[in-house]
């Protein structure tokens, strides 16, 4: 068939000169008579305003780099503020945990497509702010110095590079021109740069160390960063970009790497925790002749049973067995005398064939249903093998663990732990059944209403009263529980706001497909629920992280109260209380921020909060 | 064509979702039970072999602790020890929330202001604020206070007012003037009360004033005023409130005639009445123009514990007749009277004709020059670094939360309300205050709750920085008596009396503030 022929232009009778109508006026003038001068009293407040401000920022500015000042302290105690005590020979354990979570990190981003495109003129308007507020510092700064009579050596520099930062990008706006023909830059290459600028930072930077002069007097000489801290940065970087790269090409050629990516993330956890913590002394006689058949046969046939359960035709059967494997299990716990691995694994075989008809329908998912049994068995197998061997690490409890690590520890396993219970507490609050709301209404309520810090005392204080005698638990364990029960209750109520934000017909066409609680809660109601609360759910993640610093109070050596007794404490820093808080602080702020800016990003992309 | 559906056969047990449903849930329940019997013979197992028991006796016996600050420093016992925690735990919660209330308001109309200057200084305000852990801002804060002069004369900031000074800045707190109150502030307060009652009639007054639409009708002002001149008023009249004393005499031997077993029959009464009403109340909902419809399990098991809940108050008070008994005042509380008789006297003796002094004192704070540089207590107020560093913290923390809720209450604000305000002429500052801020207060409201809930937990972070709050006053105590748990069951109880109060406040503004809808 032929396409119809279309005029391309159409001409109106309008002269060209007509066309484009006058540009409003705009320029820094008009800019600032709109936002800031637009009446007499915005007037008066713009000048109070930035009155405050300098005089604030200017005297921040000045404490901050007075001669008084021990910033020293917070730099040559950064490997205590970030791992405390942890044995310096057993650094390499720090180095391939953060090295795994990099790579992991950049193929994600990849894969996910995190980060989009940004345009020069918006690129260069944050350029210019990032000068504006570079100059004005190295401005204040350089006043201050040469107040006090001392050389202003960087401050030059920092000047001159916010000038380039300011005008540079603007002149080549100009020289541009054309809005339409503006180049669009990826962010993630932003990024790398930005990465690779750092990497070159710490190979030419020198920093204070501790050293003795000629006439035997302490004091500081300027050394470059030992190689020990340089070359593992250096290398955990590049190895996180370049797994950008690779999974920039492999996300549109190979099927399933969303499968391996997600495992992976699940597995790291554990796998991080055996190379930090434990170090298992692995007795691998023993895991070809226990561990290995265990699996296999578990595996195969539990498999085959489970392939058999979730049939139609094995009907009540299936499941009347399932129920009795389950029981078995349950009861071996108490009654029979043989390794708990296998009664473990006796639970778990009962509750996925209780589960089989639910999950395993159609082939595909009844492939995906077994293949979930063999990696649960598999996630069992490693747990306990870990547990069971002693660690060749020779540390005694987990005191050796602090600072950051220790935040991050706690803030990890706290998430990771009270969001299965939180989701539990919700549908048991919700859920037609009333006993069974009472108790979560009753649990939730009472977690709530009650301060965390009480949590955390009575996780230090009272939890030896209600376990049997003879049993110790670790602190940092005892804080996690606590934290993870205390999380669980407000997770409980977001998505309780989840819960009830779905519409009551999502609910009935779900019984009109004949679908049972089971199916009705996990394929319909719960995912529409969890993505319909996502932004709080980030939320609080956010506040368990910053709630983590209540650990000081019942003495765990977090950042906080390593800032708060044990740098001010050291002989050659004496008194520096300010510099050490203020450094926890910046630190603090660092991580909170990106994640709640990671959070407006997921929002955003979810397209939540829109109508 | 079969006319009548035919009922279906029943599924066989196992399969039956009612039968299933009950199954699994005594099944919880039996978990639950067994769990917590677990527990507490654990617990007395474990307190066995350490050879100590868990009681409250304790909580009367002298106890020899100092407290830092508080009504009563140096407490005759546990009991009392908890309760000036309590009290300072209170101080701090209503000043942080009534300056975090302002300071948000602030923030949260700065957010939103046209003015860019303006605009981002609040919004680097609150993302600085709200992105770093309340503990570490209260050490912060701490850790500065620390670091202002001593209290001697040369060395702290004051603020001068001609030869006396008006404000003190040092490392031991801050001290400001201060009114101090007098033994016949009581009768001063009764006095306001009355004070209050008479402005709530000029308020009404000025209301029907204003909808009759005959000129201005000054409602804020003339409130104002009637409290300033009550309270001017009562400086000198509050003697007249003697009257109270009488009374309260009165009740006083009436409380003290009462048989204990009329009051046991009362609260029994009450106990089922209640029960009463909530199943009444749950059968009206339930009742259609043509009869009850289906009861579902829910409302059962409502009516059956609320049923069962007023029957064994009923019992429990008519067989324990101790508890009416420390009502009256018959029986002590941990070795206290706390009964009507106790606090009807203690009333009555507040209140007589005779005591004209004047309720209040004012004077400027001073600095006591002896072996340790001090604020003088006896003069102005003296806020201790504890309770300063706790207040700053949670003010300026909680306030850039609950800016951000009154920016998203003033955005929900229909634009068209905007529009309509300054058509009829009205000036930003008059918009803002008559047509914006009202209806977004409605919307504020919930999120702010929770806020002053938030701030309300939080005060618990006083121990980091040593002010005698509850928990701070609870550590000590089992610390010297060993008695973890009874601590720990009055933190609860506490909090969550207080959690239960803020909350039920809210929600009965909330209510009355809704939208009315048709």
């Known amino acids: 068939?032929?396409?119809?022929?279309?005029?391309?232009?159409?001409?109106?009778?309008?002269?060209?000169?007509?066309?484009?109508?006058?540009?409003?006026?705009?320029?820094?003038?008009?800019?600032?008579?709109?936002?800031?001068?637009?009446?007499?009293?915005?007037?008066?407040?713009?000048?109070?305003?930035?009155?405050?401000?300098?005089?604030?920022?200017?005297?921040?500015?000045?404490?901050?780099?007075?001669?008084?000042?021990?910033?020293?302290?917070?730099?040559?105690?950064?490997?205590?503020?970030?791992?405390?005590?942890?044995?310096?020979?057993?650094?390499?354990?720090?180095?391939?945990?953060?090295?795994?979570?990099?790579?992991?990190?950049?193929?994600?981003?990849?894969?996910?497509?995190?980060?989009?495109?940004?345009?020069?003129?918006?690129?260069?308007?944050?350029?210019?702010?990032?000068?504006?507020?570079?100059?004005?510092?190295?401005?204040?700064?350089?006043?201050?110095?040469?107040?006090?009579?001392?050389?202003?050596?960087?401050?030059?520099?920092?000047?001159v590079v916010g000038l380039i930062l300011i005008f540079v990008p603007r002149m080549y706006t100009a020289r541009l021109g054309d809005a339409a023909k503006e180049p669009t830059i990826p962010t993630m290459g932003l990024v790398a740069l930005g990465l690779l600028v750092l990497i070159g930072l710490i190979w030419i930077a020198q920093a204070p160390v501790p050293g003795v002069s000629e006439e035997g007097f302490n004091i500081d000489v300027w050394e470059p960063i030992a190689t020990s801290t340089k070359l593992p940065w250096t290398v955990v970087i590049l190895s996180g970009i370049a797994a950008f790269g690779i999974g920039t090409v492999l996300r549109d050629r190979v099927e399933g790497l969303r499968q391996v990516l997600i495992s992976a993330w699940v597995l790291s956890a554990p796998i991080i925790y055996m190379i930090l913590f434990r170090g298992p002394d692995i007795d691998w006689p023993e895991v070809l002749t226990l561990d290995l058949p265990v699996w296999l046969g578990f595996s195969v046939l539990g498999g085959l049973f489970l392939r058999w359960a979730a049939d139609d035709k094995s009907g009540e059967l299936g499941r009347f067995l399932s129920g009795a494997i389950f029981v078995v299990g349950l009861a071996s716990l108490l009654f029979i005398d043989t390794l708990m691995l296998f009664k473990v694994s006796t639970i778990a075989l009962g509750t996925f064939g209780m589960l089989a008809p639910t999950f395993g329908g159609s082939p595909a998912a009844r492939r995906q249903f077994l293949i979930g049994w063999a990696s649960s068995m598999l996630v069992i197998v490693v747990i306990f093998r870990m547990a069971d061997s002693a660690s060749a690490l020779g540390f005694r409890g987990s005191n050796f663990l602090g600072g950051l690590a220790l935040t991050f520890a706690l803030a990890i396993f706290g998430i990771a732990l009270s969001f299965p219970l939180g989701v539990v507490l919700a549908l048991g609050r919700t859920s037609t059944m009333p006993i069974l709301r009472t108790v979560c209404t009753f649990y939730i309520e009472l977690v709530r209403s009650v301060p965390l810090i009480t949590w955390l005392f009575a996780s230090a204080n009272l939890f030896q009263l209600f376990i049997p005698g003879g049993l110790e638990v670790d602190n940092v364990v005892r804080a996690i529980g606590a934290i993870t029960l205390f999380s669980a209750a407000y997770l409980a109520e977001n998505v309780r706001g989840g819960l009830q934000s779905i519409g009551k017909g999502q609910y009935e066409a779900a019984d009109a497909l004949g679908m049972s609680v089971v199916q009705k809660t996990s394929f319909i109601i719960l995912p529409q629920a969890l993505k319909a609360v996502i932004p709080a759910l980030v939320g609080q993640v956010i506040s368990l992280f910053k709630d983590t610093s209540l650990v000081a109070i019942i003495g765990l050596f977090d950042l906080l109260l390593i800032a708060k007794n044990v740098i001010p404490g050291q002989s050659q820093f004496l008194g520096s209380f300010m510099e050490a808080i203020v450094a926890v602080a910046v630190i603090y702020w660092v991580f909170t921020f990106a994640f709640s800016r990671a959070s407006l990003r997921l929002e955003k992309r979810l397209g939540l909060g829109t109508r | 064509m079969a006319s009548v559906i035919e009922r279906q056969p029943r599924p066989p047990l196992w399969r039956d979702v009612r039968v299933l449903k009950w199954v699994v849930q005594f099944v919880i329940l039996g978990g639950v039970i067994a769990l917590i019997v677990g527990l507490i013979v654990t617990a007395q197992n474990n307190v066995a072999a350490q050879s100590q028991t868990i009681s409250f006796d304790f909580l009367s016996r002298p106890i020899g602790i100092t407290l830092s600050e508080g009504f009563n420093t140096l407490p005759d016992s546990a009991i009392q020890a908890l309760g000036v925690g309590m009290v300072n735990m209170f101080r701090l919660m209503w000043t942080g929330i009534l300056a975090a209330t302002v300071l948000g308001t602030i923030i949260g109309v700065a957010r939103l202001s046209s003015n860019w200057i303006v605009n981002k200084t609040a919004t680097g305000y609150i993302e600085l604020i709200r992105n770093i852990p309340l503990l570490v801002q209260i050490i912060f804060w701490q850790v500065a206070i620390r670091l202002l002069g001593e209290a001697t004369a040369e060395k702290a900031i004051g603020v001068p007012f001609g030869d006396e000074t008006l404000l003190f800045f040092s490392a031991k707190g801050f001290a400001f003037p201060w009114m101090n109150p007098t033994t016949t502030r009581w009768q001063w307060a009764g006095f306001m009360v009355g004070g209050l009652i008479a402005t709530y009639f000029v308020y009404k007054w000025r209301i029907r004033v204003q909808e009759s639409g005959r000129g201005e009708a000054h409602v804020g002002l003339w409130v104002t005023a009637a409290i300033i001149v009550s309270a001017i008023i009562g400086w000198w009249a509050h003697p007249l409130m003697g009257f109270v004393g009488v009374i309260f005499g009165a009740l006083e031997s009436l409380a003290a005639n009462i048989p204990t077993i009329l009051l046991q029959l009362i609260l029994a009464g009450v106990s089922i009445l209640l029960g009463y009403l909530v199943i009444r109340q749950r059968l009206?909902?339930?009742?259609?123009?043509?009869?009850y419809g289906k009861f579902s399990d829910d409302d059962w098991y409502r009516i059956i514990m609320a049923g069962l809940v007023g029957l064994l108050g009923a019992v429990f008070f008519l067989l324990v007749p101790q508890v009416s008994e420390i009502i009256l005042g018959r029986a002590d509380l941990f070795g206290k009277s706390v009964g009507a008789e106790r606090i009807f006297n203690e009333i009555a003796v507040r209140f007589s004709f005779s005591a004209t002094e004047a309720p209040f004192d004012p004077n400027l704070p001073r600095i006591a020059e002896g072996r340790f540089t001090n604020y003088d207590p006896e003069f102005g107020k003296v806020v201790s670094i504890g309770f300063a560093a706790m207040w700053l913290g949670l003010v300026i923390y909680t306030a850039a939360f609950i800016g951000e809720a009154v920016r998203a209450g003033v955005l929900a604000v229909a634009k068209g309300q905007t529009e309509a305000g300054l058509a009829i002429g009205l000036r930003r500052s008059q918009l803002l205050r008559m047509i914006v801020l009202p209806q977004a207060f409605r919307v504020v409201l919930p999120p702010i709750g929770n806020q002053y809930l938030n701030l309300a937990k939080n005060t618990s972070l006083a121990i980091a920085v040593g002010y005698s709050d509850l928990v701070q006053v609870g550590g000590t105590v089992y610390n010297q008596t060993g008695q973890t748990l009874v601590v720990f069951l009055i933190w609860m109880g506490f909090y969550s009396l207080v959690s239960l109060t803020l909350s039920s406040g809210v929600n009965y503004w909330n209510n009355k503030l809704k939208l009315v809808e048709r």
Do not use: C
């Not at chain 1, 008009?30 to 637009?38: A, C, D």
């Not at chain 1, 940004?118 to 350029?127: C, E, K, T, V």
């Not at chain 2, 009206?284 to 009869?291: C, H």
């Open chain 2, 284 to 291: 009206n909902t339930l009742r259609t123009p043509s009869g």
């Open chain 1, 1 to 159: 068939m032929e396409q119809k022929q279309y005029p391309v232009s159409i001409d109106l009778g309008i002269p060209e000169s007509a066309a484009a109508p006058e540009p409003p006026p705009s320029g820094p003038w008009v800019w600032m008579r709109t936002n800031l001068f637009s009446s007499p009293f915005n007037s008066v407040l713009s000048v109070v305003t930035v009155a405050l401000l300098a005089a604030v920022v200017h005297g921040v500015i000045g404490w901050a780099i007075d001669e008084g000042r021990l910033w020293r302290a917070v730099g040559q105690n950064s490997r205590l503020l970030m791992v405390q005590a942890y044995p310096v020979e057993h650094f390499w354990r720090v180095w391939v945990s953060v090295g795994s979570v990099a790579v992991l990190a950049g193929l994600s981003f990849a894969y996910f497509r995190v980060g989009s495109k940004i345009a020069w003129r918006d690129l260069s308007r944050i350029s210019m702010a990032f000068g504006a507020v570079l100059s004005l510092v190295s401005l204040s700064t350089m006043f201050h110095f040469l107040a006090a009579d001392r050389t202003p050596r960087l401050t030059i520099l920092a000047l």
